[in-house]
C-alpha cells in the first residue's frame, strides 16, 4: 500500500491541476450553436446597457461593480439623487436576480425558458415605460431584466457562465490562455473571446440604435430577446 502511494505522488501533475486555472471550461460544454445563442444573448444584454448607459446619464443596468462605485463617490460628493439612482439600479438588478431564480426554482424543468420570458416581460415593460421621460423607471426595470438574464446558465445554485459579467469572463479567458501557453487546454479560451466580443459589439450597436431611435431601440432589444427565446427551443444544449 506504501509502495502504491508513493508511486501516485510521484505521478507529474498537469499544470495548474487542483486549481481554479483546473476548471474554466464551463463553456466548453456548450455546442457550437449553442455557444452563438450564449453570444447572440450576451450581444442583446450590450445593446441593453449601452441604452441604459446613455439613458440614465452614465449609468449601467447590468454592471453592477461600476454603479457601486459611482454610488460612494456621489455620495462623499453630495449628490444625494444620483447616490439614490445608483443604489435603487443595484437594488433593482438584485430584485431581478431573486425573482427569476425563485421562478426556475418553482419550474425547474422550464427553468430557462421562464427566465428568458421573465427578462423579454421587463424589457417590454421598460420600453413601454420609457416614453414617459422618467429615466431612472425604465433604468430599474431595464436593471432587473439584466438580473433575470444573469441566472440563464446555472447550475447548482451557481451562475456557470455570466453573460453579461464580462469580468468575470476576462478572468476566465486569461486562465484560458494560461492553459493553452501550456499545452493543456486551447479549445477554451476562445470561447470566452467570443462572449466578451458579443457584448462589445452589441453595446456599439445599441448606443447607434439609441442615436437614431432614442428609447425606442429597446422594442428591438425586446424582438431579439424574443428570438432568443424561440431558439432556445430548438438548439442543442451541450456538444453532441
Not at 4 to 32: Q, Y
Not at 69 to 80: M, Q
Not at 86 to 108: D, K, Y
Amino acid at each position: 500500500m506504501d509502495e502504491e502511494a508513493r508511486r501516485c505522488n510521484a505521478r507529474p501533475r498537469a499544470p495548474f491541476s487542483g486549481t481554479s486555472f483546473s476548471r474554466v471550461g464551463a463553456v466548453r460544454t456548450l455546442s457550437r450553436s449553442r455557444l452563438a445563442w450564449a453570444a447572440t444573448v450576451s450581444a442583446t444584454a450590450g445593446f441593453i446597457d449601452a441604452i441604459g448607459f446613455v439613458l440614465l446619464g452614465g449609468y449601467f443596468v447590468s454592471f453592477m461593480s461600476g454603479n457601486s462605485t459611482r454610488s460612494g463617490v456621489e455620495l462623499v460628493s453630495g449628490h444625494v439623487g444620483t447616490w439614490l439612482l445608483a443604489l435603487l439600479l443595484v437594488a433593482s438588478f438584485t430584485a431581478g436576480v431573486v425573482l427569476a431564480s425563485l421562478l426556475g426554482h418553482r419550474l425547474p424543468s422550464a427553468r430557462l425558458r421562464v427566465v428568458l420570458l421573465f427578462s423579454v416581460i421587463l424589457t417590454a415593460i421598460a420600453a413601454a415605460v420609457a416614453p414617459l421621460d422618467v429615466p431612472p423607471l425604465s433604468g430599474a426595470v431595464l436593471a432587473a431584466a439584466m438580473g433575470a438574464l444573469n441566472t440563464v446558465f446555472t447550475q447548482d445554485g451557481e451562475v456557470r457562465i455570466p453573460l453579461t459579467y464580462m469580468t468575470g469572463t476576462l478572468v476566465k479567458l486569461g486562465q484560458g490562455i494560461a492553459l493553452a501557453l501550456t499545452g493543456s487546454d486551447r479549445g477554451t479560451w476562445p470561447r470566452y473571446l467570443a462572449l466578451w466580443a458579443a457584448i462589445t459589439v452589441g453595446a456599439i450597436l445599441g448606443a447607434a440604435t439609441f442615436a437614431l431611435l432614442g428609447a425606442m431601440a429597446l422594442w428591438l432589444a425586446t424582438a431579439a430577446l424574443i428570438v432568443c427565446t424561440v431558439l432556445d427551443v430548438v438548439l442543442p444544449r451541450r456538444r453532441g
